[in-house]
């Protein structure tokens, strides 16, 4: 059974930073496109930032660009995103996902597995 947990998510004021970290089970994830998406509540979920592992390529969503790195340990079958320079409109439910495949399409819909998400909330 594949499972993708997520931590670190809480409460920071803005212009603080955030690690979240998502620890993946019962699949690899050196071959696949792993990714961090997120989803305010009456809103669609966004792809905030997704990751190639087979040579690295990255996205970035325009609003978190130079603000968010996505990285992977591929030893330890990680995904981390952090996030600096935090803003009030990054408050939301994070989630953390990966894609059976080699597209490196941040949208929601070409994700396959997908952990149960951990709120970040930016005060202003």
């Known amino acids: 059974e594949v499972q993708l947990v997520e931590t670190g998510g809480g409460l920071v004021q803005a212009g603080g930073s955030l690690t979240l970290s998502c620890t993946v089970f019962g699949i690899r994830i050196e071959d696949y496109v792993v990714g961090w998406f997120r989803q305010v509540a009456g809103k669609e979920r966004e792809g905030v930032s997704c990751l190639r592992n087979s040579d690295h390529r990255k996205f970035y969503e325009n609003s978190v660009k130079g603000r968010f790195t996505i990285a992977s340990n591929v030893a330890q079958n990680t995904v981390t995103l952090q996030m600096n320079s935090l803003k009030p409109e990054d408050t939301a439910v994070y989630y953390c996902?990966?894609?059976?495949?080699?597209?490196?399409?941040?949208?929601?819909?070409?994700?396959?597995?997908w952990g149960r998400g951990a709120l970040v909330t930016v005060s202003s």
């Open positions: 996902a990966l894609q059976r495949g080699s597209w490196l399409i941040c949208n929601p819909g070409e994700m396959h597995y």
